[in-house]
């Protein structure tokens, strides 16, 4: 018996773990030597008959390991894996992983608690390493979001000045026609009404352009889904293009279909889906920018499965070797300081939060980009 209990001591002592055991007040009725140098004794002998408070420990940390002990006799059941915070004898704190159960004499009453313990300080350490260095990630990520979106914003609101000046342009030469006739006394109701019309018109295109502006740079929660007009985000993104367009001789042309398409709403985020589309566009003009030939192509359509949006350009197309990167993070085409590599990458992430997928078409004979809305995500006009 005692060759059996020595036997036992011995695994006790020797197994990696902290090992004790308490009577019902909490008073140590032994432990292995683990444990009794953590505590601040030299030996388990030396621990028998005291308490938490006797220990090495703070009183609020005495005061909740009690508490436990208390809770594990009282509803006679274990408690496993309890974080524990335990000052050391180098006045250092660790974080212990305890359980505890409940020992019964031989009518099942409750005469006290086994305890066991790890020290996971050091994976504790980890895990908070692990946590900071990707919250770190998480916030460069939306740091570089952030550029790519005042990047794409910047470029934007440079080409606004193709797409006001020539409605200004136009302004000024009306007023300076009415102006020269009314001096010379050979105005008219009509020709002045007619002028004052013509210049009311371009008011309202300026005012469309920055209307469209402050739609797409817009700040708004990724998640806000909101049935919009299909016309609406289509005459956003062109209002901001055509001019620029024009002046470098690019057709740009907008295809529906299906006429019902005009008069339909599409359940999306506005102004990420409308930022999407102007980054495709803005690729695209650099592409046909290379080529004789320039247009582009919006396609809107859809079937019993999908809503479809379309940009097709008539630039010399990706290479095969380029294909499987385009959407990859950091990958671009284009020289140094004219992209930052994540347009596409972040179309697709913003797209993918609203239930839509982008893809390249490579069937088709031009350069391709697909927009996939869910159909359910179509609220279709009725057909007259």
Request: overall charge negative; hydrophobic content about 35%; aromatic content about 6%.
């Amino acid at each position: 018996m005692k060759e059996n209990n020595l036997v036992l001591e011995e695994i006790i002592d020797n197994i990696p773990y902290f090992v004790f055991w308490k009577d019902v007040n909490s008073n140590y009725l032994g432990c292995n030597k683990k444990f009794a140098e953590s505590a601040g004794f030299s030996s388990p002998k030396d621990l028998v008959g005291k308490n938490d408070y006797d220990s090495c420990w703070t009183k609020e940390e005495a005061d909740f390991f009690r508490e436990i002990d208390k809770k594990v006799m009282r509803e006679n059941r274990p408690m496993l894996n309890i974080e524990e915070p335990q000052q050391q004898l180098d006045g250092s704190t660790s974080t212990l992983l305890t359980s505890k159960v409940p020992l019964h004499d031989k009518e099942g009453n409750v005469i006290g608690i086994l305890g066991i313990y790890t020290d996971i300080t050091e994976r504790k350490n980890l895990e908070l390493d692990r946590e900071r260095a990707l919250k770190e990630i998480k916030d460069l990520q939306e740091q570089i979001i952030h550029t790519e979106k005042m990047r794409s914003l910047g470029e934007m609101a440079g080409g606004i000045a193709h797409e006001i000046n020539n409605p200004l342009t136009i302004i000024k030469g009306y007023s300076s026609a009415l102006t020269k006739l009314v001096e010379k006394d050979k105005h008219t109701k009509e020709n002045l009404l007619d002028g004052l019309a013509k210049i009311n018109e371009t008011v309202e295109r300026i005012g469309s352009i920055v209307k469209s502006l402050k739609t797409i740079s817009h700040q708004e929660r990724e998640d806000n889904l909101n049935y919009v007009d299909i016309t609406k985000i289509i005459e956003d993104i062109t209002s901001l293009s055509v001019e620029k367009f024009k002046a470098n001789n690019i057709s740009l042309k907008v295809e529906f279909k299906a006429p019902e398409l005009k008069e339909s709403q599409l359940l999306c985020n506005q102004v990420t889906l409308s930022q999407c589309l102007l980054n495709l566009l803005n690729n695209a003009r650099d592409e046909v920018m290379k080529v004789h030939l320039r247009w582009i192509k919006i396609i809107v359509d859809y079937n019993d499965d999908s809503f479809t949006l379309q940009v097709i350009d008539s630039g010399s197309g990706i290479t095969e070797e380029n294909k499987s990167k385009i959407f990859q993070p950091f990958f671009t085409t284009k020289e140094v300081g004219k992209g930052t590599g994540i347009g596409l990458s972040l179309s697709k992430k913003l797209l993918e939060q609203q239930g839509a997928k982008i893809e390249l078409c490579e069937l088709s004979e031009n350069t391709c980009f697909k927009i996939d809305f869910p159909r359910s995500s179509l609220q279709l006009a009725e057909k007259e």
